[in-house]
Each structure stands twice: as structure tokens, then as C-alpha cells.
């Protein structure tokens, strides 16, 4: 499964929102009802944290400007209202068997 | 505090070999699926193999199957990736990461989280 973020980049202005999109090649729709879809930031000279997990629910700590939503194949991360602490690079990544990154969305503020 | 640890890492000539550990610290490691994940210079990540909680089941990315061995020793809460035939294109941060507790949910959240708890990386370089 390949998965495909766009943009690669994003420039923005502080209290604006941010959205990434992801695009897997097959659909993460399992059997048992669940998508093994993730979002991860890795902030400069950090190791990654996860962010959400099965699409929309944030991991523990993460600010409710966070939102994740999508299904199948179409997945996005939006960011309400981008703060300093937010710039880093975003990963989506599946869990079905292997896992598989996306290639990352750097995020900058302007 | 739940941790993970990883070290042995360093510079090795290329078609050379290097075992690279991870020392995990606050939780019980034999619930857990664990994974290595690397992240060559300036580049994106990716995930290498991941190993069941009993060791019975191993995956790898294409790229290092027949060249890489992941294990784990539950008793010393360590998981451990021997790199054989290392060419310079395994240059990179390996991290060490808690994958998933399936087919156990997490007991918090009721969800399969997947790489939950990340180590700070240790530096593999290959090269002459």
C-alpha cells in the first residue's frame, strides 16, 4: 500500500488553519470495521510523536486544534488554528500487516 | 516513565554487519508488538520490521529481507535488529517504537494504537 500526502510543503500564518491530505492505494477498511489510519509529527531534532490514531482520535496531550477525518482511501489532518509549536514534519502512515509512511509534509510558519 | 532506549549504533564499512539494541523501561514489553523504524539523512521515515509479542511472527520491508533479523528477549524487556551485508544506503537514525497490542486493545483508549512511544534514535552510518 502506497501511501501519497499533499502538499509536500505548508507556509502559514499563525491562527490560520492547515490542512494535509493523504492517499492510500487500496482502501484501509478492515474487517472488523476499523481503518488503521495514523498521523505522526516529528518537530525539528525530535523523534516522531503520535498524533491520531484510526483516523480521528487524538492521542493523549494532542491540543483539540488537531482533527483528523476521512475514510477508505481520502484521509486529512487539519490544524484549526496553526500555533509556533505546531511546525515540524507530519507523517500519515497504515498498520494493515506492514506499515507504511507517507512521505511527510513539512509545516513552516510564515 | 515508560521508555525506550536504543543504542549500538556507529559507523561500519560497507557489506559489514552491526546489532543495534533497545533497552524498553516503564511497561511490559511482551504485550506489545515492537518495531524499528529509520529515518536516512534529511529524508522520510520508514518502517523496517516489527516483531510479535512472542516473537513468533516477523515482518520486514522489502529493501532488508534476507538481510536483517529483528528479535526480542522478554525477559530483559530488550528488542534487538542484527544488520548484516550493511550497504550505504542503511545510513540512517534507527528508531526504536512500541507498534501495536493486537490482538489486545489498549486498555485506555479501547484502540490498536500503533507507535505510541518512540526512542531518541541511534545513528547507523555505513561507509568506507
Known amino acids: 500500500i502506497v501511501m501519497t500526502q499533499t502538499p509536500l510543503s505548508l507556509s502559514v500564518t499563525p491562527g490560520q488553519p492547515a490542512s494535509i491530505s493523504c492517499k492510500s492505494s487500496?482502501?484501509?477498511?478492515?474487517?472488523?470495521?476499523?481503518?488503521?489510519l495514523f498521523w505522526y509529527l516529528q518537530k525539528p531534532g525530535q523523534s516522531p510523536q503520535l498524533l491520531i490514531y484510526?483516523?480521528?482520535n487524538r492521542f493523549s496531550g494532542v491540543p483539540d486544534r488537531f482533527s483528523g477525518s476521512g475514510s477508505g482511501t481520502d484521509f486529512t489532518l487539519k490544524i484549526s488554528r496553526v500555533e509556533a509549536e505546531d511546525v515540524g514534519i507530519y507523517y500519515c502512515?497504515?498498520?494493515?500487516?506492514?506499515?507504511?509512511f507517507g512521505q511527510g509534509t513539512k509545516v513552516e510558519i510564515k | 516513565e515508560v521508555q525506550l532506549v536504543e543504542s549500538g549504533g556507529g559507523l561500519v564499512q560497507p557489506g559489514g554487519s552491526l546489532r543495534i539494541s533497545c533497552a524498553a523501561s516503564?511497561?511490559?514489553?511482551?504485550?506489545?508488538?515492537m518495531s524499528w523504524v529509520r529515518q536516512a539523512p534529511g529524508k522520510g521515515l520508514e518502517w523496517v520490521a516489527n516483531?510479535?509479542?512472542?516473537?513468533?511472527?516477523?515482518n520486514y520491508v522489502d529493501s532488508v529481507k534476507g538481510r536483517f533479523t529483528i528479535s526480542r528477549d522478554n525477559a530483559e524487556n530488550s528488542l534487538h535488529l542484527q544488520m548484516n551485508s550493511l550497504r550505504a544506503e542503511d545510513t540512517a537514525v534507527y528508531y526504536c517504537?512500541?507498534?501495536?497490542?493486537?490482538?489486545?486493545?489498549?486498555?485506555?483508549?479501547?484502540?490498536?494504537?500503533?507507535?505510541?512511544?518512540w526512542g531518541q534514535g541511534t545513528m547507523v552510518t555505513v561507509s568506507p
Open positions: 484510526e483516523v480521528s
Open positions: 516483531i510479535k509479542q512472542d516473537g513468533s511472527e516477523k
Open positions: 516503564g511497561f511490559t514489553l511482551s504485550g506489545h508488538w
Open positions: 517504537a512500541r507498534d501495536t497490542q493486537w490482538p489486545n486493545y489498549d486498555i485506555l483508549t479501547g484502540y490498536f494504537l500503533v507507535f505510541d512511544i
Open positions: 502512515m497504515h498498520s494493515i500487516q506492514l506499515r507504511t
Open positions: 487500496e482502501s484501509l477498511l478492515q474487517s472488523d470495521g476499523k481503518t488503521y
